[in-house]
């Protein structure tokens, strides 16, 4: 039975076999939209529920605000390059969860939470561009689907498990796809998903027109941050270092500020 469901899987990944935009890495995942949109708005509603919103109203404001624009960015390059289907299937919500925890993450179909604990360390405006962006893109290029993709792979029969969000060990998976609840949610991703997050959130902060410098900033800030620690961070010692994605930031910065004028175009109608 396992070697069925083996072989299943090899053939299912073959089958969807995609390309990220922009980027143009190829990626594998089963994880379909329809599976995963609604198990991620109950689980965003769920989350919501049982934390406890800021009261600060001005950061509160600027998460919304910062975040509108991000998506607008987003909205607007998938609609000017025939990913219509998907813009409609996202439903933008940008909350300010009041939680010294260092994190912000964002679900598939647009449901974004920041911590209060990150805003220092973002500092301006520019820098929750630079988080926001970051951790959209994630979302956008499907980085969660393709963990999930992987851990059914490890499992060989979960594939057929359903993505309900009352079965605990879903629950288990969904969170570790996503770093819901996670102490270094925002930084649960493996190296290859970082870096290409860094890269699109930087095009899509500069789209939405904020200053691509600050995102090499924000991690000025969190190795400052890390330094007055007695030990090591534990998201330091399975990521790219903070000085590694300073420097990647800044070279990447003038592609970026290209590849930003060029699809900074208005949606096909």
């Known amino acids: 039975m396992k070697k069925i469901l083996a072989l299943v899987f090899v053939a299912t990944l073959l089958v969807e076999c995609s390309t990220v935009p922009i980027t143009g890495r ?3 995942n089963i994880v379909g939209d329809s599976q995963v949109l609604p198990a991620s708005f109950a689980q965003y509603k769920g989350f919501l529920e049982k934390n406890k919103l800021s009261k600060d109203v ?8 910062v975040g509108k624009k991000i ?16 813009a409609n299937s996202y439903k933008w919500e940008f909350n300010l969860v009041d939680d010294k925890t260092v994190n912000a993450w964002c679900l598939p179909g647009g449901k974004v939470v920041f911590y209060t604990g990150i805003m220092p360390i973002c500092d301006n405006e520019n820098g929750v561009a630079a988080v926001m962006g970051h951790e959209v893109a994630h979302a956008f290029a499907k980085h969660g689907q393709e963990r999930m993709t992987s851990a059914y792979g490890q499992q060989l029969g979960g594939i057929a498990v359903a993505l309900g969000t009352r079965n ?3 629950s288990q998976l969904w969170n570790m796809a996503y770093g819901i609840g996670s102490q270094v949610g925002m930084l649960s991703f493996s190296r290859t998903h970082e870096n290409e997050a860094d890269k699109l959130g930087l095009v899509f902060m500069i789209m939405a027109g904020y200053k691509g410098e600050e995102a090499a900033e924000v991690w000025v800030r969190m190795s400052q941050r890390a330094g007055s620690k007695k030990s090591q961070p534990e998201f330091l010692s399975t990521h790219p270092s903070n000085e590694s994605r300073i420097q990647t930031l800044r070279a990447y910065l003038p592609e970026a500020t290209r590849l930003a ?3 900074n175009v208005p949606a096909k109608k």
């Open 58 to 65: 001005a950061k509160s404001n600027q998460i919304k605000r």
């Open 168 to 170: 605990s060990k879903n």
């Open 71 to 86: 998506s607008a960015a987003v909205d607007r390059f998938m609609r000017a390059n025939g990913m219509t289907a998907e």
């Open 261 to 263: 004028a060029k699809y």
């Open 26 to 28: 190829k990626r594998l």
